[in-house]
């Protein structure tokens, strides 16, 4: 796998920038050029990650693999961008907190295209616009959104995930992780922000009925969507998230404490949106994204 580009340069696509870079030729798509490097913080130490980087209309070749590491809410901006400069075959991997409809980007797709997804648990903050440090390692899990990506997930796994990140497998089921990944994020994200804390906090017991309500809420839901979630299971995968990132602030406190957009339409702003099709009331989801959306006008 000799080149993937990397669109962005959020906290994720930065810290995958620096461990693809290991093995393969990584060029960040920007909105501009501002930067002339990029660095990586680790245990205090700092280095330049070994990218290049290029816009949207200085690309001048077909784009084979490419990583899409976007908010949900600039994914639809960012892939209209991208289109008309991706390869008939190209593969192209999501990775986002929150849910976003990939039926559609599917459909958009040319029929040799793959769609993939990718979940991290990598931890991430940007001190500085070109500068990321890595707040702690953590699973990464991809799985394939089309058929084609069905086909060639196990060479593109081998190929440039596998070499590169240590913690890392493919999954059949991608869409059942990423519920399992929204159920951490609904658990920890809104409340942290809410509370300007660090996810370790969330483990007192003030704070247990709210996160078994908003978990309980979206395992119903995610039954209603048919995909089975136990909420034992659920409320233990939150809790050892809070244990292992107990000292990092989520990344919804993060955008809320510098005034930025956050992903609660993804998450919280999810469920409501399925349970008003199913027809079922999710009440404390529905007061974390509005309280959410409060202090995002505020
Ligand atoms: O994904 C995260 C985030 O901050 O967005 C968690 C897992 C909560 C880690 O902070």
């Known amino acids: ?22 093995h393969t030729q990584v ?14 913080i680790d ?22 693999h490419c990583i899409v590491p976007v908010k949900a809410y600039q994914l639809s901006q960012a892939l209209h961008a991208l289109a008309p400069h991706l390869h008939d075959d190209a593969n192209i991997i999501l990775s986002h907190n ?18 993939y997804f990718l979940t991290t648990s990598m931890g991430g903050m940007k ?22 990506a069905q086909a060639r997930l196990p060479s593109l796994f081998q190929g440039l995930i596998q070499p590169c990140l240590s913690q890392a497998q493919p999954v059949d089921d991608i869409n059942e992780i990423r519920w399992q990944k929204l159920c951490v994020n609904i658990a ?18 003030a704070y247990a009925r709210q996160v078994l309500s ?15 979630l136990k909420l034992s299971s659920e409320l233990m995968r939150a809790y050892q998230v809070m244990k292992l990132t107990a000292e990092n602030n989520s990344s919804m406190a993060q ?7 956050t992903e609660i339409d993804a998450i919280c702003g999810f469920i409501v949106s399925r349970a008003n099709r199913h027809g079922v009331s999710v009440p404390e989801n529905e007061w974390m994204w509005q309280q959410i959306k409060r202090k995002e006008r505020a």
């Open 1 to 22: 796998m000799n080149q993937v580009h990397i669109v962005g340069r959020g906290a994720i696509g930065l810290l995958l920038a620096n461990k693809l870079a290991q």
């Open 27 to 40: 060029t960040l798509i920007t909105r501009d050029d501002d930067f002339d490097d990029y660095h990586l």
């Open 43 to 64: 245990n205090e130490k700092s280095h330049a990650i070994p990218v290049s980087q290029t816009t949207f209309d200085s690309l001048r070749s077909k784009i084979t």
């Open 98 to 115: 929150g849910m976003s409809d990939v039926s559609e980007i599917i459909q958009s797709l040319k029929t040799n295209q793959a769609l």
């Open 127 to 148: 001190p500085l616009a070109n500068t990321v440090k890595y707040t702690g390692a953590g699973l990464t899990q991809i799985g394939a959104c089309n058929q084609i």
């Open 188 to 205: 920890i994200n809104p409340l942290s922000a809410l509370l300007q804390c660090k996810n370790g906090k969330l483990r007192a017991p």
């Open 214 to 228: 908003l978990l309980n809420e979206a395992c119903f839901v995610a039954g209603l969507d048919g995909v089975e």
């Open 255 to 261: 955008d809320i404490k510098i005034g930025r957009r």
